[in-house]
């Protein structure tokens, strides 16, 4: 993963480092409301990637808890 200002690693991506690590199965796993800085189209890919299940706040509005 490419990371902000070539940083080795990033606080960012501690759900994927939990997936590439084994301990969290993106497939049985739901991010929601994540919280960031969109400075690309495509922010949410890598999450997509790993296959977790992603709920954004818009539609978490919609769906609702």
């Known amino acids: 993963m490419k990371?902000?200002?070539?940083?080795?690693?990033s606080v960012a991506h501690w759900a994927s480092y939990?997936?590439?690590?084994?301990?969290?199965?993106a497939h049985h796993s739901v991010?929601?409301?994540?919280?960031?800085?969109?400075?690309?189209?495509?922010?949410?890919k890598p999450s997509?990637?790993?296959g977790h299940d992603v709920i954004t706040?818009?539609?978490y509005k919609q769906i609702g808890a």
């Open 3 to 9: 990371h902000f200002l070539g940083a080795k690693k």
């Open 18 to 25: 939990l997936v590439q690590q084994g301990n969290v199965d």
């Open 31 to 44: 991010q929601i409301g994540i919280r960031g800085n969109t400075r690309t189209e495509d922010w949410l």
């Open 48 to 50: 997509y990637e790993h």
């Open 57 to 59: 706040m818009g539609r």
